[in-house]
C-alpha cells in the first residue's frame, strides 16, 4: 500500500517546523520552497544595516533536514492549488499531487494601493530584500561625499522608515547608530551631526500591539538616537526624489518601507474566504472548512486565538507553534485519530531600538533597556538555526558593541 503524500509549501519558521515533527512519520513528504534556504527574518535588518552578512542569518534547507529520509525538498514556486484534484500547479507547469498539505507561504509587504512605491521605498521580507537596502544606505553615504551642492548633499543623508512596527523601529535605531557612531571620522566633506532619520507611523504611538508604557520608552531612546519620530502621520506620495508627509514634502534618496503586509496572491487560488490583506480564514485545527486535508498557517492563516477571541499576529512565534502543531495533527490524522484545536502560547514580545537599547513584554513583565536588550539578544540566538551562525552572530555583536564599527559595509554593485 502506498504511503500517504504530504506536501508542505515554504520553508520559513512554520514550514521547518512542520517538516522537523514529520521526521518519523510513515509518509512520503514534499517541501517545496521558492529559494533553497530558510531565513531567520527578525534579524533581517540587521543584514540591511550592515551588522550582519547574508550567511549568518539562513542556512540551506536541505542541510537543516539532511538527515530526514522520509523528506524530498524542490526549489520551485507555486502558481496555484486546484483543491478539489488535490493538485499543486508549478510555475513551471508541472504538477504535484497530495494527499495532505500545509501552506506556510509567509506574507510580502503591502503598499496599500501603490504598488508603484516598492521601486523606490523596498520593504524587508528576503535577504535580495535586505542586502538591497545595505547597498542604498552605505551608497548613499558615498554619493554625499562626492556631492557638492549642499541641498543636493542633504538629500542623500536623509533616511526615511515608514512604518513604526518593530521593523521600522529596530531599522530606524541601526540606521541612527550608523549615521551617529560607526562613519564617525570616516567622510570628510560632510559631518554626521547632518544626517537625519524620519520614522513615519500613521498611529498615535510606534510598536502599537505593545504596552503604551513600552511605547513610549521606545520613542524616547529613539529621539535620545537623534531620530525624529513622526506619528498619525499619513504617506500620500512616494518619489524617487522625495516622499510627502501630510502636508510635508521631504526630499530624501532613501526610503525603507516597513508599514504593511500581504499575503501571496497565490492563496486565492484555493478559493476559500480571506480577510482584508489576504490571509485565509482556518478553523481552529487550521484547516480549510470543508477540507480537512489542507492546513494553513504561520503569516497566511487568518486564525483566532481561542483565549482573547482576536485573530493572532503574523509574528515568528506563532508561525513556529504553529508548524509544531501542524505536525501533531497530521501524526493523528494520519492515524485517524481526533485532532484538539490549536492553542497560542503567548510568551510575550520585544524589539530592539539600539545596541543596549530594547523593550520587552514576557509573562506579563515589562522589561527596558540593557535587561531587555540582553533577553531579546538571548532568545534570538537561541532560535537561529545552526551552531556556526549562533557563534558568529554573537561574536558580531560583541564587535559591534565594543568598537561601535559595522562589519558588513560591502557595496557589491555599482548601483544604488
Known amino acids: 500500500m ?46 540591511a544595516t550592515a551588522t550582519l552578512s547574508p550567511r549568518d542569518i539562513a542556512a540551506p534547507l536541505r542541510s537543516i533536514l539532511r538527515e530526514q529520509k522520509n523528506l524530498k525538498i524542490e526549489m520551485a514556486e507555486v502558481a496555484s492549488i486546484d483543491k478539489t484534484q488535490r493538485a499543486i500547479h508549478l510555475s513551471d507547469g508541472t504538477t ?27 520593504g524587508l521580507k528576503t535577504l535580495q530584500d535586505a542586502v538591497r537596502i545595505r547597498e542604498k544606505i552605505l551608497s548613499s553615504l558615498e554619493i554625499a561625499e562626492r556631492v557638492a551642492d549642499k541641498e543636493d548633499q542633504r538629500q542623500y543623508l536623509t533616511y526615511v522608515i515608514v512604518g513604526g512596527g518593530p521593523t521600522g523601529v529596530e531599522m530606524a535605531g541601526a540606521i541612527a ?38 511605547s513610549a520608552i521606545a520613542k524616547d531612546n529613539l529621539e535620545e538616537m537623534g531620530v525624529e519620530v513622526r506619528l498619525n502621520s499619513i504617506v500620500t506620495d512616494i ?18 518601507w516597513a508599514a504593511g503586509n500581504m499575503a501571496s496572491p497565490m492563496l486565492k487560488t484555493l478559493g476559500v474566504p480571506v480577510d482584508r490583506i489576504g490571509r ?19 503569516d497566511c492563516s487568518m486564525s483566532i486565538d481561542l483565549k482573547t477571541k482576536a485573530p493572532l499576529p503574523g509574528i515568528g512565534p506563532v508561525a513556529m507553534q504553529q508548524g509544531h ?92
Open 280 to 298: 485565509v480564514e482556518v478553523a481552529p485545527d487550521l484547516t480549510i472548512p470543508g477540507y480537512p486535508e489542507i492546513m494553513v498557517i504561520g
Open 177 to 214: 547608530e550608523i549615521a551617529k557612531k560607526s562613519i564617525k571620522d570616516e567622510f570628510r566633506t560632510f559631518d554626521i551631526s547632518e544626517t537625519r532619520i524620519i520614522l513615519v507611523e500613521g498611529a498615535p504611538r510606534v510598536l502599537m500591539p505593545y504596552p503604551e508604557s513600552l
Open 325 to 416: 502543531y501542524a505536525a501533531r495533527a497530521l501524526t493523528l490524522r494520519l492515524s485517524n485519530k481526533k485532532v484538539p484545536p490549536f492553542e497560542y502560547f503567548d510568551k510575550g514580545t520585544m524589539a530592539t531600538i539600539g545596541h543596549g537599547r530594547a523593550v520587552a513584554s514576557v509573562f506579563g513583565l515589562q522589561f527596558s533597556g540593557l535587561i531587555a536588550w540582553i533577553l531579546w539578544s538571548i532568545i534570538h540566538v537561541a532560535y537561529l538555526v545552526g551552531f556556526r551562525n549562533k557563534v558568529v552572530v554573537m561574536l558580531e555583536w560583541a564587535w559591534s558593541m565594543i568598537s561601535t564599527k559595522r562589519s558588513v559595509r560591502l557595496i557589491a554593485h555599482s548601483k544604488n
Open 2 to 47: 502506498a504511503r500517504p503524500k504530504v506536501v508542505i509549501i515554504g520553508g520559513g519558521f512554520a514550514g521547518l517546523n512542520v517538516a522537523k515533527g514529520l521526521s518519523s512519520a510513515n509518509a512520503d513528504i514534499l517541501m517545496i520552497d521558492r529559494t533553497n534556504h530558510h531565513l531567520f527574518q527578525p534579524l533581517l535588518y540587521q543584514v
Open 96 to 122: 504535484r499531487d497530495y494527499d495532505h498539505l500545509v501552506v506556510a507561504v509567509g506574507s510580502r509587504h503591502s503598499y496599500f494601493g501603490h504598488p508603484e512605491w516598492e521601486a523606490i521605498a523596498p
Open 239 to 256: 518619489q524617487p526624489d522625495g516622499i510627502q508627509i501630510g502636508d510635508e514634502w521631504i526630499a530624501t534618496k532613501t526610503i525603507v
